[in-house]
């Protein structure tokens, strides 16, 4: 096939056929299944033109019939890679409102696992019949052990690596431990022109690894529907946080009522299964129960994780984050967690968050442990995401 045939045929496979697209092409064999599971989903109306062998009828729609959507969700995976039959499941559970037939065992079984979907089983946990339970919950750890693969190394070694940092010392023991920027940035005044150096009269350096605690972080996650996928990560970067000693974590989820799920951090898939995506948000509720959370405010970091869509009493909201960092809590409020692009959000809120040093800004889970280790170095965060998040 030459190369403006292909050209030709990927035009068709994107305009769905008949004699408005202007292609002329027909498709047979496997371009004509693949055609048919792309029109299933996203043909206008349910049908498209005529060619290729059988007159390339596209007729979208997969109806109600179990074994139909089996059958789809068995093409998409044999035509598509793994990320493009993911975005064409999460298109056909919101156009052709698959969610009764995503309750049966056999269909759990047939998808491919990824985020949204995850989310999608956690709304409708409370209305899931038992038989489709454990398919779902085995299709959730399957998310969550790639999610924890991917991304606990990483932030284990970041969180690591800002501890050790963060505890300085004047009398470090091995030259390796000399903070060399900051000795030299202490000695300034020590500068010797004639002989170009500085003589360092005073050592920092880093100090060793403390076995005893040294953060507390309250991950506060909101639970309303347009927060599923930030539930999601959030839930598996407790559990690695949870998992270091140095750290004391907590985790608390709400929407109109909060729910400390603090003691199920050891697996986060019972993280997921206690929550309750959807329903309102009381805010001011769910940053009253965190601050109570906390003990030692200098050395605590609170962050909060939502849309700032507040329907409990704004201004108290408000004044109770101001008690927080006036005590020394480094608050961070995190508009999403997740790979979904801009987030919508309550600018006014925001706003109101960030004139007070409180930076309000969505964060992708690659960059969130480096965003861990800038809070507990306490650099100034607003900087680190201007540096490290893109807009």
């Given at each position: 096939m030459s190369a403006a045939d292909e050209r030709m045929r990927r035009w068709r496979l994107v305009l769905g056929g008949?004699?408005?697209?202007?292609?002329?092409?027909?498709?047979?064999?496997?371009?004509?299944?693949?055609?048919?599971?792309?029109a299933a989903v996203y043909d206008q109306g349910g049908q498209g033109g005529q060619g290729g062998e059988d007159g390339d009828r596209r007729q979208g729609g997969l109806g109600a019939s179990?074994?139909?959507?089996?059958?789809?969700?068995?093409?998409?995976?044999?035509?598509?890679?793994?990320?493009?039959?993911?975005?064409?499941?999460?298109?056909?559970?919101?156009?052709?409102?698959?969610?009764?037939?995503?309750?049966?065992?056999?269909?759990?079984?047939?998808?491919?696992?990824?985020?949204?979907?995850?989310?999608?089983?956690?709304?409708?946990?409370?209305?899931?019949?038992d038989q489709a339970r454990e398919s779902a919950r085995a299709l959730v750890r399957k998310v969550v052990a790639e999610l924890e693969r991917r991304l606990a190394q990483k932030t284990r070694a970041a969180v690591?690596?800002?501890?050790?940092?963060?505890?300085?010392?004047?009398?470090?023991?091995?030259?390796?431990?000399?903070?060399?920027d900051r000795t030299i940035r202490a000695n300034?005044?020590?500068?010797?022109?004639?002989?170009?150096?500085?003589?360092?009269?005073?050592?920092?350096?880093?100090?060793?690894?403390?076995?005893?605690?040294?953060?507390?972080?309250?991950?506060?996650?909101?639970?309303?529907?347009?927060?599923?996928?930030?539930?999601?990560?959030?839930?598996?970067?407790?559990?690695?946080?949870?998992?270091?000693r140095?750290?004391?974590?907590?985790?608390v989820v709400f929407d109109t009522a909060v729910v400390d799920l603090t003691d199920q951090l050891h697996d986060p898939v019972e993280v997921l299964f206690g929550t309750q995506l959807g329903g309102g948000t009381d805010i001011n509720r769910a940053v009253a129960y965190g601050q109570g959370l906390i003990s030692r405010p200098a050395n605590s970091i609170f962050i909060l994780i939502s849309d700032l869509y507040e329907g409990g009493i704004r201004q108290e909201m408000l004044r109770r984050v101001a008690a927080m960092t006036q005590a020394g809590v480094q608050v961070?409020?995190?508009?999403?967690?997740?790979?979904?692009?801009?987030?919508?959000?309550?600018?006014?809120?925001?706003?109101?968050?960030?004139a007070m040093g409180v930076p309000a800004f969505a964060c992708t889970p690659d960059a969130f442990p480096g965003l861990m280790a800038a809070a507990i170095e306490r650099r100034d965060i607003a900087r680190w995401a201007e540096r490290h998040i893109t807009p």
């Open positions: 008949g004699p408005a697209d202007g292609t002329g092409c027909g498709l047979e064999g496997v371009d004509a299944r693949m055609d048919a599971a792309l179990a074994p139909r959507v089996a059958r789809w969700l068995g093409d998409i995976r044999t035509y598509f890679p793994s990320t493009v039959v993911q975005v064409m499941q999460k298109d056909a559970i919101e156009k052709l409102n698959l969610i009764r037939l995503l309750l049966e065992p056999e269909m759990l079984e047939a998808v491919e696992p990824d985020v949204h979907l995850v989310g999608t089983l956690l709304a409708l946990n409370k209305v899931m019949p690591s690596g800002a501890l050790d940092r963060s505890a300085r010392t004047h009398r470090p023991k091995r030259v390796a431990d000399i903070d060399w300034l005044k020590n500068y010797l022109p004639d002989r170009n150096t500085v003589v360092p009269s005073r050592l920092v350096g880093y100090a060793r690894r403390q076995r005893s605690v040294q953060r507390e972080v309250v991950l506060c996650i909101d639970q309303s529907g347009s927060m599923a996928a930030s539930v999601v990560y959030s839930s598996v970067f407790g559990a690695v946080l949870a998992s270091m140095s750290l004391k974590t907590s985790l961070i409020v995190l508009l999403a967690l997740s790979d979904e692009g801009a987030p919508f959000y309550d600018h006014e809120n925001a706003a109101a968050l960030a």
